[in-house]
């Protein structure tokens, strides 16, 4: 009997320390769902065609600027099939939606060599980072490669698409995130 007693007793410590971990955003697997809202110095996005690396503050501090746009991050890697196949859809779309959307790549994983011919032979004519120390994709909350992340002009996630991204889909992501 006291033996039960103290299995249910750590069974509701572990239960406990779970709910703990997971309302306080910590823990592995827990990552929070940013907003373009960062306080703090901007730089500029990089120009179309180049691929410089950026750690999680300069990236952030990319983003920071972006605020009254929608933007579209999309984390990917070139050995990675599904980002092979919806790259020609992201590259079009941002020529589509040049005026009124801010597409970033963000490359992860991969090397920058590997990365550049990617982007060359995609054209891929909007602003690529590589991932330094793999920190921007976890901050993002992408679990898997690639990962589009869509946050309205107003700074706030509209949607996080796992996977590759179809034409419709990405369509509707952006006319929701044109609206607000």
Known sequence: MKMECSHRALWRLAIGS??????SGCGAGLVSRPNLVI???TLPLPKAGTLPFADLDQFKAMISGLRGRP???NVWASWCPPCRAEAPLLARASRAYADRVVFI??????????AGA??????MDYANVVDVGNRIAPFLGVSGLPTTVVFGSD??????????????RLAAQLAEALQK
């Open 71 to 73: 933007v579209v991050i």
């Open 105 to 114: 790549g963000v490359v992860s994983r991969d090397s920058p060599s590997a």
């Open 118 to 123: 990617f982007i060359r032979r995609y054209k």
């Open 18 to 23: 779970v709910l703990v971990l997971a309302s």
């Open 155 to 168: 700074g706030r996630l509209r949607a996080s698409i796992s996977g590759g991204v179809s034409d419709q």
């Open 39 to 41: 306080a703090g110095p």
